[in-house]
T-cell receptor, first 118, second 110 residues
Framework: DAGVIQSPRHEVTEMGQEVTLRCKPI?????LFWYRQTMMRGLELLIY????????DSGMPEDRFSAKMPNASFSTLKIQPSEPRDSAVYFC????????????????FGPGTRLLVL | KQEVTQIPAALSVPEGENLVLNCSFT??????LQWFRQDPGKGLTSLLL???SQREQTSGRLNASLDKSSGRSTLYIAASQPGDSATYLC?????????WGAGTKLIIKP
């Protein structure tokens, strides 16, 4: 398996532009996570999908951020309009997990998308 | 609210030394405790996962322990090598969500 695939790996854009980040989870995994990592705040969970359904989006910073998972093999994270404070590394991770309770499996991370908003 | 703390924030040791990285968490109601490695500019790689019912897990030169009652986990690295240089993060899992520590940046000097 190729692991979690993210694209693009790097994105430089100007403030106000729309940014779309893409993720392909590991085949067979039923959970998908979008994280943001910055020096100041560390790793933050933005949104969690289980069986393609958004379960927890409380980490999404504001309405400028949106995420979709149209099928089990693809997810997008969109920022519109982008701002300089959105500059960070965005990770996608997937796992085979129960939504609640019991043992949980580890999450497998993609290589991340480095976003710079000028 | 779960909080995860890692000490020290950075550590530099000569090659060959055994070392311990510490992780503490405030809420013992966790499903598991996980250790990850992050290399500069790369994603996170899972190293060890300790289920709440377990006390420790081992993988090669790595050994992780879990003491839920005291809210502590340690990652022991034996015979450190320059290739072990990376940032090590621990995360406590409640349901689906991982609560992350800030990480320990480890440098192994040749």
């Amino acid at each position: 398996d190729a692991g979690v695939i993210q694209s693009p790996r790097h994105e430089v854009t100007e403030m106000g532009q729309e940014v779309t980040l893409r993720c392909k989870p590991i085949s067979g995994h039923n959970s998908l996570f979008w994280y943001r990592q910055t020096m100041m705040r560390g790793l933050e969970l933005l949104i969690y999908f289980n069986n393609n359904v958004p379960i927890d989006d409380s980490g999404m910073p504001e309405d400028r951020f949106s995420a979709k998972m149209p099928n089990a093999s693809f997810s997008t994270l969109k920022i519109q309009p982008s701002e300089p404070r959105d500059s960070a590394v965005y990770f996608c991770a997937s796992s085979l997990s129960r939504m609640t309770g019991g043992q949980q499996e580890t999450q497998y991370f993609g290589p991340g998308t480095r976003l710079l908003v000028l | 609210k779960q909080e995860v703390t890692q000490i020290p924030a950075a550590l530099s040791v000569p090659e060959g030394e055994n070392l311990v990285l510490n992780c503490s968490f405030t809420d013992s109601a966790i499903y598991n405790l996980q250790w990850f490695r992050q290399d500069p500019g790369k994603g996170l790689t899972s190293l060890l996962l300790i289920q709440s019912s377990q006390r420790e897990q081992t993988s090669g030169r790595l050994n992780a322990s879990l003491d839920k009652s005291s809210g502590r986990s340690t990652l022991y690295i034996a015979a450190s090598q320059p290739g072990d240089s990376a940032t090590y993060l621990c995360a406590a899992q409640g349901n689906y969500q991982l609560i992350w520590g800030a990480g320990t940046k480890l440098i192994i000097k040749p």
